[in-house]
Nanobody, 115 residues
């Protein structure tokens, strides 16, 4: 059984920073890609950033230059450093791990950015 647990969300003022973490535990053979997604109220879940096992990254245009995704393969953990936060970044953030072609999700962590 695979478990993902996000942490690091919270309330921050516009311009501030937060760092999200998501360790993956359980029966893990090999984690392929890992990523962060978010869902704002009334909107569909959208991609924020992904990172492959080799370290290649991909970002949504809305977060390029402000957010940085990274991973520690020894700890099976993915991170999201979020800087220069904007009110429109407010959402529930979910981490994702692709293991043996199956997608696993965490329960989400709330990020709220006040203006």
């Amino acid at each position: 059984q695979v478990q993902l647990v996000e942490s690091g969300g919270g309330l921050v003022q516009a311009g501030g920073s937060l760092r999200l973490s998501c360790p993956v535990s359980g029966s893990i053979f090999r984690i392929n890609s890992m990523g962060w997604y978010r869902q704002a109220p009334g909107k569909q879940r959208e991609l924020v950033a992904t990172i492959t096992s080799g370290g290649n990254t991909n970002y949504a245009d809305s977060v390029k230059g402000r957010f940085t995704i990274s991973r520690d393969n020894a700890k099976n953990t993915v991170y999201l450093q979020m800087n220069s936060l904007k009110p429109e970044d407010t959402a529930v953030y979910y981490c994702n791990a692709n293991i043996l072609r199956l997608d696993y999700w965490g329960q989400g962590t709330q990020v709220t950015v006040s203006s």
